[in-house]
């Protein structure tokens, strides 16, 4: 396996640093940049893996409201994990937080959640960005992700 050396800007100064993976070879980080279609698992700034991700069917800006089928950009957590999901395996995002609740609710809506990193379930013939929100993967590629990435994990998640 080859490491990449990313660039520093990678882990901005005020990322959280509190989180440590329970186990060596485990992800401190994940980051997806949106524009590229890119998931990036990373340890002490080095990319570890690096996966093609579907977004959802309205991929540009941050998630505003339930159904826009927008992703959303910004600081969360991987914070709890559910092994039977219809798109095989999902790893929950802690989407939203409470900067994204006030927005939602000075404009009237409702923020969303269930935002999950996941599989394609059996319909393994999906293109493009089809999701309501999420990201996806395939479904080889989240069983390695579900393996690498601990509950907790911060997730930055960039346009």
């Not at 935002?115 to 993967?137: E, K, L, Q």
């Amino acid at each position: 396996m080859s490491l990449l050396a990313l660039p520093r800007p990678l882990r901005p100064p005020s990322a959280p640093e509190d989180f440590r993976p329970p186990r060596p070879g485990m992800a401190d980080r994940v980051l997806v940049r949106k524009a590229e279609r890119r998931l990036y698992l990373l340890r002490d700034g080095v990319v570890l893996h690096s996966y093609a991700i579907a977004l959802g069917f309205q991929p540009l800006g941050h998630k505003r409201r339930e159904g826009d089928g927008r992703t959303p950009e910004g600081r969360y957590r991987i914070d709890w994990r559910n092994p039977a999901s219809r798109f095989h395996r999902a790893l929950h995002i802690s989407y939203p937080g409470p900067g994204d609740r006030l927005r939602a609710r000075l404009h009237g809506d409702d923020p969303g959640g269930a935002i999950m990193v996941h599989g394609t379930g059996p319909d393994t013939n999906r293109s493009g960005d089809w999701t309501a929100g999420c990201i996806a993967v395939d479904n080889a590629e989240i069983e390695q992700i579900w393996s690498l990435v601990a509950d907790g994990t911060p997730i930055e998640i960039l346009p």
